[in-house]
Each structure stands twice: as C-alpha cells, then as structure tokens.
C-alpha cells in the first residue's frame, strides 16, 4: 500500500494520469480512434428531452465537423460513480444529512450487479473510504464511517484544509480512471478549496482523462466562516498532501500545474492568509468542463431532490460516438462542441478530450 501511495505521489509531481484501460464485457469499447460523448439534452423548462436521433445533432470537434457513427441510450451502460465528500471544518452543521441522503441516493441510483460505486472523503487529506464496489451494504457502511476531520484528530480550532481539487484528481486518476461504461462523479462542498498541490485545472483535466462527469452540489454553512478565523483554514497538519486510507497524507513537493492558470481558482489551493476562489464559480467550472452540472442547496432545492435530478440525469444522457477526422499527432487537447438542430434545447456534455494514443 505505502509502495502504491509512494507512486501516485511521483505521478502527481510529475503531472501523469494513469491511462484508462478496457475491461472485458462492457459496451464502451476502448478504441484509440473512437471518441465517446455522453450529453444530456433539456428543454426550456430545464426537463430531459428523450426521443432524439443522431441525425438530430450537430457534432463539431476544434470547429470541424464530425460524423455521428453511434448513437446509444446511457441507460444500456453500467454505471461507475464516484461520491466525494467533504469532512472539513465547515461542514460541521451539515454532514449527518448529507450521510443520510447519500446512503438514499446510493440505493436509488445503482442497479444491482451493473452498476457500482466508490465513496471518499476530504479535509486536509483525501482518503479512500470505499473502493468501487457493487454492494449498497458496503457503502452505506462506509459512509457510517465518515467523520469530520476535527472529531477523528481532536484538531484545534485554528486548524484544517480542504483538499477538494486534489480529491477529485485522486478519484478521477485512480478511482475511475479504469473502468469502462458511464463514469460520473458527486462532489459535495462548499467549493472552497484550502491546502490542495494540485490545481483546479489539473482536477478538470483529470476527470476529462478519465471521461468522468463532475456533478457538484454546493452545501455552505453560511456561519461556518464566521465562527473560525479564514487563514487558519489552510494550516493543519497535512495540508498540501494526497492520501488514500491512511492517516496522514503523503507531501507531495511542487505539483503538476506548474503555477496558477490564469482562470477562477486555476492554481493550487488557497494557502494561509491568501483568499480561496469563490467556491460557487469553482464546482460550476468543475461540471461545466467535465459535461456534468452544479446545484446550490441555497437555490432552495433539497439534497434529496438533487440527488433524484442527478439519478434521473445519468439514465437519460445519450451516448453519441465518432471517428475524429484528424489524427492526433501532439496529445493536445480537444474541444467537443455539440448542439441540436431543434431550437431552445440545452445540450451539455464535456468540453473535450485528449487523445488516448497519446
């Protein structure tokens, strides 16, 4: 295990992902030439528009247009899912209802022996809790489990971190890189990221390698902020560190962006004294990229209902496949733009790939 941790470690450094491979049996095939998107159509009333055909898309990648050659139903595809919750400071108030909706919402959405599902927890640290698994049971044990970091570690109050944009490249690089099918991804946060070494940049690229849906729902304590000073947020013991089940995270030096990128919350995450992307803009960057969608418990939406929203979601996208015209030559990435011919719909899917020859 410490061995497993030490190489993640370097390939976080060095800015790799490991590379999705084909697993036997499912209806993805992992052709280096075939490009897979899954999109989800709404109307102007924001309900699923089902009954659509391929000759209803326009499919266009870097601005050149493409030919739909399959056209599925995500509902005929297993289901990986990946939940990622957070345990830091600021979900104090929150965390016993988001354990109870999620043990609901993993007994609504998984089909036994299809589908399956991994859960993770974040502060300071990400930590595995469960690995993919088809069993609800296991799960739901798991999340019984998950306790904030202040009640496990008895930290003090000017303690803590948020490593969300380094748990989402841990869940998309390692958790959901491999398997095959319709791969998805449930963050709950606030959205403020304190103490990551990776970026947010490098968190969407991840779950893009792994062809992974970011679904972001947004739960804030609007006092969770007013009752600890922010600059201590990012100074706990382990902050800037990935770790999968142990209790400590392993220091990972440096990171694999290199540097901030420009865009909301494009760095690494926020460090003491310094102020954290505005957390509502990043889970919107996270889904918009990825091809998945944001909520806001704010909104006046309740997380069980999101969680029915998001299930409803995941067995109505369709599963539209083409043969790029080009060949890749640099592994750069590549942008997908997808619409529909019918006026006043909403199609959203991820914004591109890279290549997987490269």
């Known amino acids: 295990m410490r061995r497993s941790l030490a190489i993640l470690g370097v390939m976080l450094a060095a800015g790799a992902a490991p590379r999705p491979q084909e697993e036997p ?3 993805i095939k992992q052709d280096v030439r075939v490009v897979h998107v899954l999109a989800s159509v ?9 009954g659509l055909t391929a000759d209803d898309f326009v499919l266009q990648e870097d601005g050149r247009p493409q030919k739909i050659t399959n056209f599925s139903c995500s509902d005929t595809l297993p289901l990986s899912l990946g939940l990622l919750v ?4 600021s979900q104090r108030r929150l965390i016993e209802q988001e354990k109870t909706a999620s043990r609901q919402f993993f007994g609504q959405v998984l089909r036994p022996g299809t589908d399956q599902a991994g859960l993770l927890r974040f502060d300071f640290e990400a930590a595995l809790m469960k690995g993919l698994t088809h069993s609800v049971p296991d799960l739901e044990a798991a999340l019984q489990r998950v306790r904030l970091a202040e009640e496990r570690l008895h930290l ?11 748990a989402v490249y841990l869940a998309a690089s390692e958790v959901l890189a491999a398997p095959s099918g319709q791969k998805a991804m449930v963050v709950i946060s606030d959205g403020v990221d304190f103490g990551s070494m990776v970026s947010l ?7 893009q390698r792994a062809e992974t849906a970011v679904y972001c729902i947004r739960y804030a304590d609007p006092e969770a902020y007013q009752r600890q000073d922010r600059g201590g947020h990012g100074g706990g013991r382990g ?6 089940g142990i ?3 392993i220091p990972i030096p440096g990171g694999p962006s290199g540097g901030p990128s420009g865009r909301p919350g494009g760095g690494p995450g926020g460090r003491p004294g310094q102020e954290p992307a505005d957390g509502k803009r990043v889970l919107q960057q996270l889904a918009d990229e990825t091809g998945g969608a944001a909520f806001d418990i704010s909104d006046g939406k309740d997380l069980e209902g999101i969680y029915r929203q998001i299930g409803e979601e995941l067995r109505n996208r369709y599963v539209i ?15 997908i733009h997808l619409e529909t011919k019918q006026k006043g719909l909403t199609v959203r899917c991820r914004a591109g790939y890279y290549p997987r020859n490269n």
């Open 25 to 27: 049996g499912t209806v």
């Open 42 to 50: 709404k109307d102007k009333n924001g309900r699923p528009v089902s």
């Open 86 to 89: 957070d345990t830091s400071r």
């Open 156 to 166: 003090p109050p000017d303690s803590g971190g948020t490593v969300l944009y380094d």
């Open 201 to 207: 940049t490098d968190a969407v690229s991840a779950a």
């Open 239 to 244: 902050t800037g560190g990935v770790s999968i």
């Open 247 to 249: 209790p400590f995270p």
């Open 321 to 335: 496949g083409y043969t790029p015209d080009t060949e890749s030559t640099d592994g750069g990435f590549r942008q």
